[in-house]
């Protein structure tokens, strides 16, 4: 049930002194900056980093009460966007040092790829696999994964056009121009995807009278009953506040991950880090508070948000994300292209493969969460050595 605002209202300052979480995160982000004023990289990346996560958790916890006040599919849109927000703003700040170390757009487009392998191997693998202990076996709406699958599939296939042309083009300039066009329609397709999940199709990404019904049943052949929980401190804010708070830790990630990039870029370039792996880390942090609040939900037998996350989330992170990228990417030294290479185009393909069969049924159960664990630790291997 959720909690009236109005019932013990507090203010901004007192919601977010009252979240230990924030007010850790914004300590460490001050403490980052002074090891950055110091030139002391390892210490700056690593507690910037540290910071990224907790203030991007901290993001999510607003997310997950501004979602409560809204149905689905409205709800995992503001977390899924608040999340995709903060991995626009990382991965900008990583291409804002492509002028001191050309690498740094590889680790852009292997940082675009990742997010959405840890989105549907880390974050769908470890809630589907926690709720498959928990539960044995879980119902969603099928329709949901049937949907989303179908659309990373086209968008998967639009990314391939910029890649090939990386090895059938001679002209750099045709290769920028494509992955143009490319961004565009995506963009584009999105919109359509848009109005399809909130006007016409809603009804694709709820859960099921049937999926209600089979969780009502467990509950009641297991004697559960729903706790009643005390409020936490965004939970007392009123819905503007909270959107206020959101937006200021968004601007406070926006600071820290500037250290991060520019800290992290030049440990990159000094030990020969591997690019694919150094985006691999930028979506963990990224993507860290949505696998938090989707393993939260797995534990409350609500397999339907967290399909709704992961899908959602992997779905907005190519059709917003590339766009925004490849626009900010000519406020920079270098324009960004889409030409990703053969490792991250075929794990992306069989990601999205996986999870369709891994979804198909409506069910889900802990041994299709394991078989996206180990295929990200395949992947995660390849990218360390690629």
């Not at 852009?108 to 974050?123: F, P, Y």
């Not at 121009?177 to 961004?183: E, K, M, P």
């Not at 609040?293 to 959602?312: C, E, F, L, P």
């Amino acid at each position: 049930m959720n909690a009236d605002p109005s019932s013990s209202p507090l203010t901004l300052k007192e919601g977010l002194s009252q979240n230990k979480v924030a007010v850790y995160g914004i300590v460490l982000g001050v403490i980052a900056f002074v090891f950055h004023y110091y030139h002391n990289a390892y210490l700056a990346t690593t507690l910037s980093a540290v910071s990224i996560a907790l203030l991007s958790m901290t993001v999510a916890e607003v997310a997950e009460v501004l979602a409560e006040r809204l149905e689905e599919p409205y709800g995992s849109f503001v977390l899924t966007f608040s999340a995709v927000i903060v991995e626009i703003i990382l991965l900008y700040m990583v291409l804002m040092s492509s002028h001191n170390d050309p690498r740094a757009l590889d680790t852009v487009k292997g940082g675009i790829i990742s997010a959405v392998i840890v989105d549907m191997n880390v974050l769908l693998g470890l809630a589907v696999f926690i709720g498959g202990l928990a539960f044995k076996e879980q119902e969603h709406n099928e329709d949901t994964s049937s949907t989303y699958t179908t659309i990373l599939l086209v968008a998967t296939s639009a990314l391939l056009v910029p890649s090939i042309m990386h090895f059938t083009s001679e002209s750099h300039r045709d290769l920028i121009l494509a992955s143009n066009i490319i961004g565009f329609v995506l963009f584009c397709f999105y919109i359509v995807i848009f109005i399809f999940q909130t006007k016409t199709h809603s009804h694709f990404f709820k859960a099921t009278a049937r999926s209600r019904i089979f969780r009502y049943k467990r509950r009641l052949a297991e004697g559960e009953e729903e706790a009643e929980e005390q409020p936490d401190a965004f939970e007392r804010l009123a819905t503007v506040s909270n959107f206020m708070i959101i937006f200021a830790l968004i601007a406070l990630i926006g600071l820290v991950a500037e250290i991060f990039a520019d800290e992290g870029m030049s440990l990159v370039q000094k030990y020969d880090f591997p690019v694919g792996l150094a985006g691999l880390i930028i979506a963990i942090i990224s993507v860290a508070p949505e696998i938090m609040t989707a393993i939260t939900a797995a534990r409350n037998d609500q397999i339907q948000r967290v399909i709704n996350i992961a899908m959602g989330a992997s779905t907005v992170s190519i059709m917003l994300t590339v766009p925004a990228l490849l626009a900010l990417s000519y406020t920079t030294a270098h324009p960004l292209t889409l030409d990703f290479n053969t490792l991250q185009v075929g794990a992306l393909i069989l990601t999205i493969v996986l999870a369709w069969k891994t979804t198909d049924d409506g069910y889900t159960n802990y041994f299709e969460g394991t078989s996206h664990l180990f295929f990200f630790i395949c992947y995660a291997i390849i990218a360390a050595f690629y």
